[in-house]
């Protein structure tokens, strides 16, 4: 499906569309369970700000195959701003709020949840911000794409769709809670190029 | 920002921002671990050419939850006592290689001139210049202001202005630095401000100020202020006969049991009491009011540290030195991972 180049000379090209996105949640939410054995100790952790409605989607999926799952006690946001280490190279950006759930993270299986898994930075901010906040018994990671270009020794657990991209081009995820586009909320994954 | 100097230049937006991000700095301090490494190896000075305890505690404190090292350095046995100018502070403080200085001085404008000069690089915040801004101080009581108006209106603090709120501010406005900034911060942030006070005390040119004057508090508490901030009797600032006695003054303008109680009477349940700090009690307030469940005074101290922080990070996060990002709207975290970690991949 390709969308022919706008007028600002940037080529959009939809890779998952909100039936794919959907399909992908749905695998990921049953590999965290079989990966877990169960439900048990589960904590889903979003990072702002498209892994948390992320994470709020699957835990949605992961209390649809086990009933006994309340998905607001399962899930949480992980703000990672204090912990990147371009903080310094970049505008200053405004911290958002980190909400755990009321049962914590020590000695739970935190599953960390992100849009795009690029460099990895962002997930060694994670795991740092992490460390200051309890002690989980495992943490994994669930992203819905990763496009490669890995700047540290990082990888997902759970991978929602591995796209090959250029570093030139951009991954933009599109989730309905967060993005309107030209009035109407969208779920796509888009990968932008500029021509 | 590149420096914090006064809140009357201060855009609603940016005072927005940095109460926002203060509410996620106050959340840090309910953890265990009280720290977070934003500033690591950034080096924050605490320049104090004034007697200070709550502001210099508060600033230390803050940089510290932010990991920057910290420095403090005291006018009373340090060279300045032995002459050295401010210029050759700054200078010294530069060879240093200071990231931040927050300093306090005696003389109205000392920050300005600090930050202008172009003596020292670091970003410089206000702590108190003489009779002209406090705006931390100003800035932790439009936090705890927000915090009591939302929890009113049962809305989460964090975004919200102060919109339909009336604050009483009073007693000695003249000398108050602390005063000034609130003026300035608080109708910036849409709040209605009164002040109070007796002539003698109230700074020539105030019918200029964006507020309503009252020469008598108790026609002043009649117009039902949600919160009510008395200031602090400054006597190491008074060089004259501003009032005839201390009695005098406690009972016209000092905030007594009688008015605690008045209050009451008056179905004022939730209106505040508010106080910078040092309190002369029994003087411009009653310890009954000072310990009375309406009294902030504490809450503010403790949203100190979390105002503090908030700026701190603001001033020394960041690529820009002159920041032309400053106006755009406040989306950052809202690029994509990419965006934050290739330089190539930034919009141009």
Not at chain 2, 55 to 72: H, M, P
Not at chain 2, 256 to 283: C, E, S, W, Y
């Amino acid at each position: 499906m390709t969308v022919p180049a706008s007028k600002s000379g940037i080529h959009k090209r939809v890779v998952l569309a909100e039936a794919d996105i959907d399909r992908a949640l749905t695998r990921i939410a049953h590999e965290i369970l079989e990966a877990n054995r169960g439900s048990r100790d589960l904590v889903l952790l979003g990072i702002p700000r498209r892994g948390f409605p992320l994470a709020q989607r699957l835990a949605q999926k992961i209390s649809a195959v086990d009933p006994a799952v309340d998905p607001d006690l399962i899930t949480g946001q992980l703000d990672v701003t204090m912990y990147r280490d371009d903080l310094r190279r970049n505008p200053t950006r405004s911290p958002l709020a980190t909400q755990l759930p009321p049962s914590g993270i020590d000695d739970k299986v935190v599953v960390l949840v992100d849009d795009v898994l690029y460099s990895g930075r962002t997930i060694r901010a994670a795991l740092d911000a992490l460390a200051d906040l309890g002690r989980p018994r495992i943490v994994r990671l669930a992203v819905l794409v990763d496009r490669g270009h890995r700047e540290l020794p990082i990888r997902a657990d759970h991978v929602g769709k591995n796209l090959p991209t250029s570093s030139r081009e951009r991954v933009r995820v599109h989730l309905a809670e967060i993005d309107l586009i030209g009035g109407s909320a969208v779920n796509e994954v888009v990968i932008e190029d500029r021509l | 920002m590149k420096h914090l100097l006064s809140t009357q230049d201060l855009s609603a937006r940016n005072a927005l921002r940095l109460l926002n991000v203060a509410e996620e700095m106050a959340a840090v301090g309910q953890r265990e671990i009280k720290k977070l490494p934003a500033l690591r190896g950034r080096t924050v000075v605490n320049l104090f050419f004034e007697d200070s305890t709550r502001t210099r505690i508060s600033f230390e404190a803050a940089a510290k939850r932010l990991s920057a090292d910290v420095i403090n350095f005291a006018a009373k046995g340090s060279s300045v006592s032995k002459g050295e100018s401010l210029k050759d502070t700054a200078q010294t403080l530069e060879a240093m290689s200071a990231d931040a200085v927050v300093i306090r001085h005696p003389a109205s404008g000392a920050p300005a001139r600090l930050a202008a000069s172009g003596w020292i690089d670091a970003a410089v915040v206000n702590a108190g210049d003489g009779t002209h801004e406090h705006p931390t101080q100003a800035l932790l009581d439009a936090f705890t202001l927000r915090r009591h108006w939302a929890k009113l209106d049962g809305t989460p603090s964090a975004g919200t202005t102060l919109a339909g709120m009336k604050v009483l501010i009073v007693g000695d406005v003249l000398h108050s630095r602390v005063a000034r900034s609130n003026v300035w911060l608080l109708t910036t942030l849409g709040a209605e401000v009164l002040l109070a006070g007796p002539p003698t005390l109230l700074p020539v040119g105030v019918g200029a100020w964006p507020c309503t004057v009252y020469y008598n508090l108790d026609d002043a508490l009649a117009q039902r202020p949600d919160a009510v901030m008395m200031l602090r009797l400054q006597a190491e600032r008074m060089n004259a006969a501003f009032f005839p006695s201390t009695r005098e003054y406690s009972r016209r303008w000092g905030f007594d049991d009688g008015r605690l109680a008045l209050l009451d009477t008056m179905g004022l349940d939730d209106t505040v009491i508010m106080h910078p700090g040092p309190m002369n009690r029994g003087l411009e307030i009653s310890s009954a009011a000072a310990d009375s469940p309406r009294s902030t005074v504490l809450a503010q101290v403790r949203n100190g540290v979390s105002v503090r922080m908030a700026a701190l990070y603001l001033l020394l996060s960041g690529d820009s030195q002159d920041d032309p990002q400053d106006d755009q709207p406040e989306n950052q975290a809202d690029q994509p991972d990419q965006l934050a970690t290739t330089p190539e991949g930034r919009t141009p």
